[in-house]
Every structure is written in structure tokens, then in C-alpha cells.
């Protein structure tokens, strides 16, 4: 079977996309499928002759114009001269062609318009009821997210559910290990950690402000450890922590590989995830299956993953989220009952089983 995965140029906002992807590249491998890159293909002038094919198609995004472009005729030639057999449409909208299509809904947003959405987020929910017909089927990242397309829609096909799931690296990790990683970025303390977007600056700043009314409260010694979601945080993030009040107590480590990430998470007192919408879920499952437990802001898909492995703060707001670091920092028996919690939740979320219902969904007939 051949299979096209549609991707978007230059864009680190799509984390589900991103999941899917590389979920898919690690199975189709396993299964002997070849791996090609649409561009690569077009510049040296190759043709498909395989017959088992998983084909990158990164489209440029960059405006409303080159969008309609690709998504109403670009893609549909493509699709038709090297012969595909389905398409993952993974940014949610489903292409003007006419075989079958998994149309992707990576953020239950894209369901209703919103203030503040990035271009290709507008684009998707000018077309999802569009998309929504033309669709095979749907995926999405939870069963929350799958209720409210069902919401939207009248149509009668499959909402198939695929979570996101951590890799093995990511597990607990016995006290005397978590002593050593202690010993190497807290200077033998207790810590918080957070993954933050690397240049958004507002979030980065209702954090300090949280962990400032923790430290006020505590007078404690417990350090705060952030790392980026991509590659590192910005020069302007580095400059505001350099006047804050407590800046001694908080670290920014730009250079850790996934080891070093599992083993931060793994020892870290809990995961501070101040989520940025509801599909923002991938620093929740990996802390979870470290059975670390998270404090976060309280949305719907977020609640369902987590479940009493979380505390949640019911709104957007700093102060909101230092007072529930206090409150996990005294109730040590609280603290206890979600990392067993987490270990619970945990096993509803494993990546080899999610990843094989993955592509069944893609290489079964309709």
C-alpha cells in the first residue's frame, strides 16, 4: 500500500502531527515499507516503483493563497501520479482528491473559530465541515476531543481515538538514581521541572510568578529546572531570568538529549505544565509515565489523561497555580496517591499497542 502523510513547512505548533509522523516512520520501517520525502523525489527525478511506500508531502503554509493552492489542486495531481492508495491529512483539512482520506483533528479548536490562531489553524476551521464530508475517517488524540467532533457532525463514519503515548525511555526511576541526576542539575535539592515553549515569553513569566509565590510561601530550597520544546530558549527568555528575584534556584538546561529529559522528568518533584490548549498534552503523558506527578491548568482532555495523577488549577492565572505548589509541597500524602495514580493511568497509554491500532486504521481497506 501507498501511503502520503501531509505536512506543513516550517511550522513546530502541530505536536500531534509530529507524534503521528514519527510513529509512523518507526512501524512502516518495522514492516519493510520504504520511506520517501516528496521533495527528495521531485529533485533527483526519481519515480515510486515500490509498491509499499510511506511518502512525506511537506506543502509551504506560509500563506492563504499557497493553502487553497495545494489543498484544492496541488495535492490531488501529486497523489494521482505516484498512484497513492490513502492519505493521512494530518493539519486538519482532507484534499481535494478522491481517495480514501484519515482526516487528522489535532486540536478540538480547530472545531470553531478562536481569537488568536495561527493561519493554517484559520484555514482548517474554514474547511473542517468541508473535510469532515469528504473524510474516510477521522483521528484524533482523545476520547474528549472525539465527542466534540461528533458534536459538530452529523456524519455517520469512525472517530478513531489515538492517544499520545511515551516512549520506553521514559520511566521511573529508583531514589538513589534520582539522588545522582539531583546531585547533577539541583545541587542536591528537590525540584520542580517544566517544558516550555522556546520564545513564548508570557508563559515563561506566569511560571516565575507562580514559582515566586511558592518560594515566598515555602522559604524552602526546592529549585525549579526548565527545559525547551524544541531546541532553546531565546535570548530574550535568558534575559528576563537574569533579574528575577530567584533566579539562583532556577536553571535553564538548553542542552539535554531524551536520555537526560526522561532521567529530569523521572526525579523531578512534580511537572509544572501551564498547557497551552487542550491538545496540549505530550509533557503530561511523559511525566506520567515516569509516575511523576503534574500540576496543570484544568482542560478537558488534559483531565482525562491525567486523572487523580494531576492537580489541576482551574484557571489561567499565576497566582492560582503557585497555590496549588504549595499545597502539593505540604501534603506529602497527597503526593504519594498520584504518583500511584500516575502508574495507573499510565498503563491505558502504551505506545507499542496505540502504535500498531495506528496502522491498521492506515492499511486496512474501507
Given at each position: 500500500m501507498r501511503i502520503a502523510l501531509i505536512h506543513h513547512s516550517d511550522d513546530l505548533s502541530n505536536d500531534y502531527a509530529a507524534y503521528l509522523a514519527a510513529l509512523l516512520d518507526e512501524i512502516a520501517t518495522s514492516k519493510e515499507y520504504v520511506i520517501k520525502d516528496y521533495d527528495h523525489v521531485v529533485n533527483a527525478r526519481e519515480s515510486i516503483k515500490e509498491e509499499n511506500v510511506l511518502l512525506h508531502i511537506v506543502i509551504p503554509a506560509n500563506s492563504s493563497f499557497s493553502l487553497k493552492y495545494w489543498y484544492s489542486y496541488k495535492l490531488a495531481r501529486i497523489l494521482k501520479k505516484y498512484r497513492m492508495d490513502k492519505t493521512l491529512c494530518l493539519y486538519g483539512v482532507c484534499t481535494s482528491s478522491n481517495i480514501d482520506q484519515i482526516l487528522v483533528v489535532p486540536d478540538m479548536a480547530l472545531l470553531r473559530p478562536q481569537k488568536g490562531m495561527l493561519l493554517w489553524q484559520q484555514f482548517a476551521t474554514s474547511k473542517m465541515k468541508e473535510s469532515l464530508q469528504l473524510a474516510a475517517s477521522v483521528l484524533t488524540y482523545s476520547a474528549t476531543a472525539a465527542e466534540a467532533v461528533r458534536a459538530v457532525t452529523n456524519i455517520e463514519k469512525k472517530i478513531n481515538v489515538i492517544p499520545y503515548t511515551a516512549p520506553e525511555i521514559f520511566v521511573p526511576m529508583e531514589w538513589h538514581n534520582k539522588l545522582y541526576v539531583k546531585s547533577r542539575y539541583a545541587q542536591n535539592k528537590e525540584y520542580f521541572i517544566a517544558i516550555l515553549p522556546d520564545n513564548n515569553e508570557a508563559v515563561f513569566v506566569d511560571l516565575l510568578k507562580a514559582y515566586s509565590k511558592f518560594k515566598k510561601w515555602q522559604q524552602s530550597g526546592m529549585k525549579l529546572i526548565l527545559l525547551p520544546k524544541e531546541e532553546g530558549f531565546s535570548k530574550a527568555i535568558e534575559q528576563k531570568l537574569d533579574t528575577y528575584k530567584y533566579r539562583e534556584d532556577v536553571s535553564l538546561v538548553n542542552d539535554a538529549d531524551k536520555k537526560d529529559v526522561a532521567d529530569l522528568i523521572a526525579a523531578a518533584y512534580a511537572l509544572l505544565h501551564p498547557a497551552m490548549n487542550d491538545a496540549d498534552?505530550?509533557?503530561?503523558?511523559?511525566?506520567?509515565?515516569?509516575?511523576?506527578?503534574?500540576?496543570?491548568?484544568?482542560?478537558?482532555?488534559?483531565?482525562?489523561?491525567?486523572?487523580?495523577?494531576?492537580?489541576?488549577?482551574?484557571?489561567?492565572?499565576?497566582?492560582?497555580?503557585?497555590?496549588?505548589?504549595?499545597?502539593?509541597?505540604?501534603?506529602?500524602?497527597?503526593?504519594?496517591?498520584?504518583?500511584?495514580?500516575?502508574?495507573?493511568?499510565?498503563?491505558?497509554?502504551?505506545?507499542?499497542?496505540?502504535?500498531?491500532?495506528?496502522?491498521?486504521?492506515?492499511?486496512?481497506?474501507?
Open positions: 498534552l505530550w509533557p503530561m503523558i511523559i511525566a506520567l509515565q515516569c509516575n511523576t506527578p503534574v500540576i496543570t491548568t484544568n482542560q478537558e482532555s488534559l483531565n482525562e489523561y491525567g486523572g487523580e495523577a494531576a492537580v489541576y488549577v482551574a484557571e489561567k492565572d499565576p497566582e492560582a497555580f503557585g497555590d496549588k505548589l504549595n499545597q502539593l509541597y505540604k501534603e506529602e500524602e497527597q503526593k504519594t496517591k498520584m504518583v500511584e495514580a500516575a502508574a495507573l493511568q499510565t498503563a491505558n497509554y502504551k505506545q507499542q499497542d496505540f502504535t500498531e491500532q495506528l496502522w491498521q486504521l492506515l492499511t486496512q481497506q474501507q
